[in-house]
C-alpha cells in the first residue's frame, strides 16, 4: 500500500517533514558538556532519543536531583526556538505534500511540539495550505502527543476513513495504534533504524516512497 490507499495522513514534524535530528543532538551535546557530562554523538542519540523526552534526558545523563528536569528542558526550547529555522524541510517534503494534495487526501500535522510555535513555523515554511488541522501541544515539555491524536482520530472519524501517520519514532507508532490508525516509520529521523524496525511497521528511505 502507498499513502495514495488513504483518505487521511496524519504527518509528524520534527524528524519527518523538519529534518532537524542534527540541531536537536547539537543542542543537547552542547547542554551535556557545559554540565561536565559526556557529550552525544549522533548514534548514540538515535538509540536513546524518545518520549516522554524527561526519560531520554535522564539517557543522556542528566540527575534531575542535582536540578529539576525544567531547567534544562527550558533551555533546550530557547536555544532551538533561536536557531529552529536553520533545520530544512526534507528535500522531498514539498513535492510529497502537493502530490498527496492533489490526489485529493486529507492531510493534518500531529507534533509534540508547541501548539503556537508549531503554527508559527508551519506558516513561515509556507505549509499551512496543505494542512486541514494542525495539533501540536500545551507545553514546551513534550511528554506525549496521545491526547492530541486521540482529540485527532475523533476528528477524522468515519466509516469510510483509512488512516494513515508517518513518523519517525517509536512514539509514532504508539500513537498511530491508540487512533486505530495505520504507520509508516521513515529511517532518517530522530531515532535509529534498529529501534524504528522493532516497531514492525513498514519503513521508508525518503518521503518519496509514499506515494
Not at 536540578?67 to 529552529?84: G, Q, S
Not at 506558516?123 to 491526547?147: H, P, Q, V
Not at 495505520?182 to 529511517?187: N, V
Amino acid at each position: 500500500m502507498t499513502a495514495l490507499d488513504y483518505t487521511d495522513v496524519v504527518w509528524d514534524w520534527n524528524g519527518t517533514l523538519l529534518d532537524d535530528a542534527w540541531l536537536c543532538r547539537e543542542i543537547m551535546h552542547d547542554q551535556l558538556v557545559s554540565r561536565g557530562l559526556p557529550g552525544l554523538s549522533m548514534e548514540r542519540y538515535g538509540a536513546i532519543f524518545g518520549f516522554p523526552v524527561r526519560a531520554y534526558y535522564e539517557r543522556a545523563g542528566f540527575d534531575f536531583s542535582d536540578e529539576p528536569f525544567e531547567i534544562p528542558a527550558r533551555e533546550f526550547i530557547d536555544v532551538y526556538e533561536a536557531r529552529r529555522h536553520e533545520a530544512p524541510l526534507r528535500r522531498e517534503a514539498r513535492e510529497v505534500l502537493g502530490r498527496l494534495r492533489e490526489a485529493g487526501i486529507r492531510q493534518h500535522l500531529l507534533s509534540a511540539y508547541s501548539h503556537a510555535s508549531l503554527q508559527t513555523l508551519v506558516n513561515a515554511r509556507g505549509l499551512s495550505e496543505y494542512f486541514a488541522t494542525i495539533a501540536g501541544i500545551s507545553d514546551c515539555f513534550a511528554a506525549s502527543k496521545l491526547d492530541r491524536g486521540l482529540e485527532l482520530a475523533e476528528t477524522i472519524a468515519g466509516p469510510a476513513r483509512r488512516v494513515l501517520l508517518v513518523g519517525d519514532t517509536d512514539h509514532d507508532c504508539e500513537v498511530a495504534r491508540g487512533m486505530g490508525a495505520d504507520c509508516m516509520l521513515i529511517a532518517a529521523g530522530h531515532q535509529s533504524l534498529e529501534r524504528l524496525q522493532a516497531c514492525g511497521q513498514p519503513m521508508l528511505r525518503s518521503l518519496d516512497e509514499l506515494c
